[in-house]
């Protein structure tokens, strides 16, 4: 596709329930990136993709969330038993591995764990 | 602790005028500063900064980064209400890696 493409655009789910997040790259993109954004803050690093291997996990918060890619393509981003601090926007970027290569971002899923 | 910072954090102003948005970093040996803007939804990427005193421009829009003092802004002169929305300042330490991001200036414009 021509951009990044993230599904739901919005989820609402109860507490202790899982969610997955998907994201969709740009054609051809072998870096994929999650990163959160909460409310009054910066958009914080949850985990890098290069190819299907995940060299950069660092940013992810607790073992309730994880994340997956197939086919150096699609990824998933699963939180298992959610908890009310996960509520967020999740964006997704994608990028090319060379020098001087922006990352570019998708429209994010916005989470509420009521 | 916060390796980048952004000032203003918000920022109020008329069409017309003219604005300028700081960043300042702690991060050193980094490849790249990058400016996004964000209006309700995905990050738009504006500028990548690699090199120190070199503007860059598109439009209304320019911006200069020093590797020495540690900061770059952005500029925009005669603005507009489409201006309205949040800069995000962010430094990429190498290729490949996350950015590093600020909380971000939020710009609005008045008619």
């Known amino acids: 596709g021509a951009g990044v493409s993230q599904s739901p655009s919005n989820k609402v789910t109860e507490k202790g329930k899982d969610v997955e997040l998907r994201c969709d790259p740009i054609?051809?993109?072998?870096?994929l990136y999650w990163y959160r954004q909460s409310l009054g803050q910066g958009l914080e690093f949850l985990i890098y993709f290069q190819g299907n291997s995940a060299p950069d996990k660092s940013g992810l918060p607790s073992d309730r969330f994880s994340a997956e890619r197939t086919g150096g393509s699609v990824s998933t981003l699963t939180i298992q038993r959610t908890q009310q601090e996960d509520s967020a926007v999740y964006l997704c970027?994608?990028?090319?591995?060379?020098?001087?290569?922006?990352?570019?971002f998708g429209d994010g899923t916005r989470l509420s764990i009521l | 602790e916060d390796k980048v910072v952004q000032s203003p954090l918000s920022l109020v102003v008329h069409e017309g005028d003219t604005v300028t948005l700081n960043c300042s970093y702690e991060v050193t040996n980094f490849r790249s500063l990058l400016w996004y803007k964000q209006e309700k939804k995905a990050p738009t990427f504006l500028f990548m900064l690699?090199?120190?005193?070199i503007e860059k421009k598109s439009g209304r829009l320019s911006s200069i980064l020093d590797k020495k003092e540690l900061f770059s802004i952005l500029n925009i002169t005669a603005t507009q209400t489409g201006d309205s929305a949040i800069y995000l300042c962010?430094?990429?330490?190498?290729?490949?890696?996350?950015?590093?991001f600020g909380k971000g200036t939020t710009l609005s414009v008045s008619s």
């Open positions: 054609s051809g993109h072998t870096a």
């Open positions: 690699t090199s120190s005193g």
């Open positions: 970027a994608s990028s090319l591995i060379t020098s001087n290569q922006p990352q570019h």
């Open positions: 962010a430094i990429l330490w190498q290729a490949g890696t996350a950015l590093i």
